[in-house]
């Protein structure tokens, strides 16, 4: 059974960058599509980033595209999530997520079977 912990969480200014990992145990990784996710206080889960098994396309949330980047390590299990020019509406708990069904990339938390506990990112004005 995969599991998934987060860590790199924090309380930081706007326009700071802050990079979030993703440590994944359990076996059968390189093969799962791999997301990021948040969820504000009073909000829904929203879809952040997702890449594909092998690394080399990775898909973002419009207010991601450009500001974050979303990268994997197969050989360390990992993924990580870069985000520059952080704004006061980027603050939530951050999920790393795998899809281990899936053949295409999917933006859809549902699609996503297995979950981090979650990591807070806070970003003050």
């Known amino acids: 059974q995969v599991q998934l912990v987060e860590s790199g969480g924090r309380l930081v200014q706007a326009g700071d960058s802050l990079r979030l990992s993703c440590a994944a145990s359990?076996?059968?990784?390189?093969?799962?599509?791999m997301g990021w996710f948040r969820q504000a206080p009073g909000k829904e889960r929203e879809f952040v980033a997702a890449?594909?098994?092998?690394?080399?396309?990775?898909y973002y949330e419009d207010s991601a595209e450009g500001r974050f980047t979303m990268s994997r390590d197969n050989g360390k299990n990992t993924v990580s999530l870069q985000m520059n020019s952080l704004q006061p509406e980027d603050t939530a708990v951050y999920y790393c997520?795998?899809?281990?069904?899936?053949?295409?990339?999917?933006?859809?938390?549902?699609?996503?079977?297995?979950w981090g506990q979650g990591t807070q990112v806070t970003v003050s004005s």
């Open positions: 359990g076996g059968g990784f390189r093969n799962y599509i």
């Open positions: 890449i594909t098994w092998d690394g080399v396309n990775a």
């Open positions: 997520a795998a899809d281990r069904t899936s053949l295409y990339v999917s933006k859809r938390a549902y699609d996503y079977d297995v």
